[in-house]
C-alpha cells in the first residue's frame, strides 16, 4: 500500500483559495473512486523545530500569532488563526511523505504551497518551505543526499534559497512561467520553457545530465505542479495537454524506479478558472498518484 498524507486541516483556514481548499477536492475524489494501492493517512504536525531548520524564529511567530500582520500575510493569505494549524500540519505531511518513502520507496502528501517560501517570508501563496523542510530533516535521519526535482509551472526561488548552501541538496527545476526564477548553478538547475514541444525533451535530458554531474541520491522530492497545463490561468503553457503531463509523470517515477530512488510526492500547483474547473483540476493531480502507486515498493 502506498501512503498519501491528509488532514483536514489542509483545508481548514477561513482564506478561500485553490492552495487552501483542492487537497479536499482530491481527498473527497480518492473516498468516491478510489485508486488501488492507495491509503490515506494523517500525519503529524511539523514540529516547531522542524521549522527552524529553515525559517527565521520572528516568522514562524508571525504565522503562528498574526502578528505584525503584514509579515504574517506576507504569502498571500489573509490571516486566520486556523492559518497556523494549516501549516503545520500541510507541511507535516511532506515531512511525513519524505520518511515513509525512505522506508517504503515512494509516498505523497496532498500538500501545496511551499517553494516560494523563504527563511524570513512567506511570498506566492507559500507559508512555509516543507520541501526544504522534509530534505533537511531526511538528512538527518541519515540521507546522504537529496534532490529536489521541481515541476510547477513557477520556479522554487524560495526553495533554493534554503538549500543552496547545503552540498547535500541538489534542486532540478523546469518551468513554464518566470515567476521566481534563479540563477543556474552548480547544483541548482532551473530551465524556462517556452515552446511546448521542448517540455518533456529538457526534462528527460535534466534528469540523464544527472547521472554525469550528480552524486547517487538516496531520495527524491517531487514538487509535482499541474499549473504547466495549457488551461491553468496561472502558469499554463499552450500546447502542455493533460497527455504530455500524463507521460511527464511516468517518466519521472520511471526514473526514480530504475535507479532505486525514492521519491515523495506533493502536489504542488494548480489554479481553476474559465478553462479548467474543480473537477478538471482534480483529474490533473490524481495522474500524479495514479502513477505513483504503480511504482514497486
Same mark, same amino acid.
Given at each position: 500500500?502506498?501512503?498519501?498524507f491528509y488532514?483536514?486541516?489542509?483545508?481548514?483556514?477561513?482564506?478561500e483559495?485553490?492552495?487552501?481548499?483542492k487537497?479536499?477536492?482530491?481527498?473527497?475524489?480518492?473516498?468516491?473512486?478510489?485508486?488501488?494501492?492507495?491509503?490515506?493517512?494523517?500525519p503529524?504536525?511539523?514540529?516547531? %523545530?522542524?521549522?527552524? *531548520? #529553515?525559517? !527565521? +524564529?520572528?516568522?514562524i511567530?508571525?504565522?503562528?500569532?498574526?502578528e505584525?500582520?503584514? $509579515?504574517?500575510?506576507?504569502?498571500?493569505?489573509?490571516?486566520?488563526?486556523?492559518?497556523?494549524?494549516?501549516?503545520?500540519?500541510?507541511?507535516g505531511?511532506?515531512?511525513?511523505a519524505?520518511?515513509?518513502a525512505?522506508?517504503?520507496?515512494?509516498?505523497?502528501?496532498?500538500?501545496?504551497?511551499?517553494?516560494?517560501?523563504?527563511?524570513?517570508?512567506?511570498?506566492?501563496?507559500?507559508t512555509?518551505?516543507?520541501?526544504?523542510?522534509?530534505?533537511?530533516?531526511?538528512?538527518s535521519?541519515?540521507?546522504r543526499?537529496?534532490l529536489?526535482?521541481?515541476?510547477?509551472?513557477?520556479?522554487?526561488?524560495?526553495?533554493?534559497?534554503?538549500?543552496?548552501?547545503?552540498?547535500?541538496?541538489?534542486?532540478?527545476?523546469?518551468?513554464?512561467s518566470?515567476?521566481?526564477q534563479?540563477?543556474?548553478s552548480?547544483? %541548482?538547475?532551473?530551465? *524556462? #520553457?517556452? !515552446? +511546448?514541444?521542448?517540455?518533456?525533451p529538457?526534462?528527460?535530458?535534466?534528469?540523464?545530465? $544527472?547521472?554525469?554531474?550528480?552524486p547517487?541520491?538516496?531520495?527524491?522530492?517531487?514538487n509535482?505542479?499541474?499549473?504547466?497545463?495549457?488551461?491553468?490561468?496561472?502558469?499554463?503553457?499552450?500546447?502542455?495537454?493533460?497527455?504530455?503531463?500524463?507521460?511527464?509523470e511516468?517518466?519521472?517515477?520511471?526514473?526514480?524506479?530504475?535507479?532505486?530512488?525514492?521519491?515523495?510526492?506533493?502536489i504542488a500547483?494548480?489554479?481553476?478558472?474559465?478553462?479548467?474547473d474543480?473537477?478538471?483540476?482534480?483529474?490533473?493531480?490524481?495522474?500524479?498518484?495514479?502513477?505513483?502507486?504503480?511504482?514497486?515498493?
Open positions: 500500500m502506498m501512503q498519501v488532514s483536514p486541516r489542509y483545508v481548514g483556514t477561513g482564506y483559495f485553490d492552495t487552501t481548499r487537497a479536499k477536492w482530491v481527498a473527497d475524489s480518492l473516498a468516491e473512486s478510489p485508486i488501488p494501492g492507495v491509503v490515506l493517512e494523517e503529524a504536525p511539523v514540529s516547531h %523545530a522542524q521549522l527552524a *531548520l #529553515v525559517h !527565521d +524564529p520572528d516568522y511567530r508571525a504565522v503562528q500569532t498574526g505584525p500582520r503584514k $509579515l504574517a500575510e506576507s504569502q498571500g493569505f489573509t490571516w486566520y488563526s486556523e492559518v497556523w494549524q494549516m501549516a503545520l500540519a500541510t507541511n505531511g511532506v515531512v511525513a519524505a520518511t515513509a525512505l522506508e517504503h520507496g515512494v509516498a505523497g502528501s496532498l500538500s501545496s504551497g511551499l517553494h516560494h517560501a523563504r527563511r524570513g517570508t512567506g511570498e506566492g501563496f507559500c512555509f518551505n516543507g520541501l526544504a523542510i522534509a530534505a533537511r530533516v531526511a538528512l535521519s541519515g540521507a543526499s537529496v529536489i526535482l521541481d515541476l510547477d509551472a513557477h520556479f522554487g526561488g524560495g526553495t533554493q534559497s534554503l538549500v543552496s548552501d547545503d552540498p547535500r541538496i541538489w534542486q532540478v527545476d523546469v518551468s513554464t518566470d515567476f521566481d534563479y540563477p543556474t552548480e547544483r %541548482a538547475w532551473s530551465c *524556462l #520553457v517556452r !515552446d +511546448p514541444s521542448d517540455y518533456l529538457i526534462i528527460e535530458r535534466r534528469l540523464n545530465e $544527472l547521472e554525469q554531474y550528480a547517487r541520491f538516496d531520495l527524491c522530492l517531487y509535482a505542479g499541474m499549473d504547466p497545463y495549457e488551461n491553468c490561468p496561472m502558469g499554463g503553457l499552450s500546447g502542455v495537454t493533460r497527455e504530455i503531463l500524463a507521460t511527464r511516468r517518466l519521472v517515477f520511471d526514473w526514480c524506479v530504475t535507479r532505486g530512488l525514492p521519491v515523495a510526492f506533493v500547483g494548480g489554479y481553476i478558472g474559465r478553462r479548467l474543480e473537477n478538471q483540476l482534480t483529474d490533473l493531480h490524481r495522474l500524479t498518484i495514479q502513477q505513483a502507486a504503480c511504482t514497486p515498493n
